[in-house]
């Protein structure tokens, strides 16, 4: 499979501006096998009903599903990153502290079903332990995210559970969430209900305080981790969307390249502010750093008072982090941009794919974030 020309991709916005979405698609679909593109009226029933739009995030890659994978450069942010899985094949699951738990779960509910991975710590706890859920990328899995991202070993040290869908392959042949898909953007359908779903089980199983209930997720994960707080500002008591997209910031295959591209703001929905998060490299090459900022603004970061400081990871990257604080001075929206950075978990270890050990740690800091906004102290 050959690179997106500049040719293909122009054609392609040509024909999704004059609302020509199914000749656009297959156009995409034809630059991605190479084969020529048919008329709309022979493109195949997947062409015109979603799903069919997958990202390499390593390499930024796109592709329709079941096309075979091409092999492309990586950009020069991602220069010295682990590849998806390293040459010895997935990423083992990540050491445990003697007596922790990493356990297999599946949920099953109208939506479908998905499997899950539960780290429970060691220490026992004197009441309802916090929950995190995370979103792992594309070509990830539970196993891989939990590795990378080291959150079981800073949540044995919180008492907090950390539950990891899992995407299959069944679902998206790149493992991705279907974040651009309009059935996986909303409350109670596709996707959404299925993490909802698993969310919920867990508390319930588990204990967890319905009131510390968090979810995060890198790239795909991320998007679908702004349609989580999106869709259920009532389970979720805040948000971390890394290297993600704000929720419906596509709609489609054209619309998705472009807000990957670009960036594509999303209005205000109102209602509760979601307590959120972010982290966003400035030479992100998959996903535009505007996104970011959308993610901020979507979550009402226009209405509230901002503060700026810079900073300096000994041995790594610079970053810049602006607070967003309401009327009572709580900071409220967070955002972390890491200068010089690439489409990679900030701070994470290179036991998991697509990790930048330089930092600043986004899992140390999101997870100091959650534990400051339970869902009670932010009820209208």
Not at 137 to 145: A, K, L, V
Not at 318 to 323: E, P, Q, S, V
Request: with cysteine; proline share 9%.
């Amino acid at each position: 499979m050959n690179a997106f020309s500049a040719d293909l991709m122009r054609e392609a916005t040509r024909l999704t501006r004059e609302g020509k979405l199914a000749e656009a698609t297959a156009l995409l679909q034809g630059g991605i096998s190479g084969a020529t593109p048919q008329p709309a009226s022979q493109a195949p029933a997947a062409a015109r009903q979603g799903r069919l739009f997958d990202v390499d995030p390593g390499t930024g890659e796109a592709h329709a599903p079941g096309a075979r994978r091409g092999v492309a450069a990586m950009g020069e942010a991602l220069r010295g990153l682990r590849s998806p899985f390293g040459p010895g094949g997935p990423a083992p699951s990540p050491a445990l502290p003697e007596g922790a738990r990493f356990l297999t779960g599946s949920f099953a509910g109208a939506a479908g079903s998905r499997g899950y991975r539960l780290y429970i710590p060691v220490a026992p706890s004197a009441g309802p332990r916090p929950l995190v859920v995370m979103l792992h990328g594309c070509t990830q899995s539970p196993e891989d995210f939990a590795a990378g991202t080291r959150m079981n070993l800073l949540a044995e040290s919180e008492g907090c559970l950390v539950v990891y869908p899992a995407q299959p392959p069944s679902a998206n042949p790149q493992k991705c969430w279907n974040w651009f898909n309009p059935t996986d953007q909303r409350r109670d359908q596709g996707e959404p209900a299925l993490i909802a779903g698993i969310t919920r089980q867990v508390m319930r199983e588990h204990g967890a305080d319905p009131a510390r209930v968090y979810v995060a997720g890198l790239s795909a994960g991320g998007a679908a981790a702004a349609i989580m707080a999106q869709a259920y500002p009532d389970l979720y008591a805040a948000v971390g969307v890394h290297s993600g997209l704000a929720c419906g910031a596509a709609r489609d295959v054209p619309s998705a390249f472009a807000a990957m591209r670009q960036g594509a703001l999303r209005p205000d929905p109102g209602g509760r502010l979601v307590p959120t998060i972010v982290f966003h490299a400035d030479q992100d090459a998959t996903v535009h750093p505007r996104n970011g900022d959308q993610v901020i603004a979507q979550a009402g970061g226009n209405r509230l008072r901002v503060t700026m400081e810079r900073g300096q990871v000994p041995g790594g990257h610079a970053y810049t982090r602006t607070l967003h604080a309401d009327a009572a001075g709580r900071a409220v929206l967070e955002q972390w941009v890491v200068h010089g950075g690439g489409h990679a978990w900030s701070g994470g270890s290179s036991a998991g794919s697509y990790t930048d050990p330089r930092g600043p740690d986004a899992s140390r800091e999101m997870l100091r974030f959650f534990l400051e906004h339970p869902l009670e102290a932010m009820a209208p």
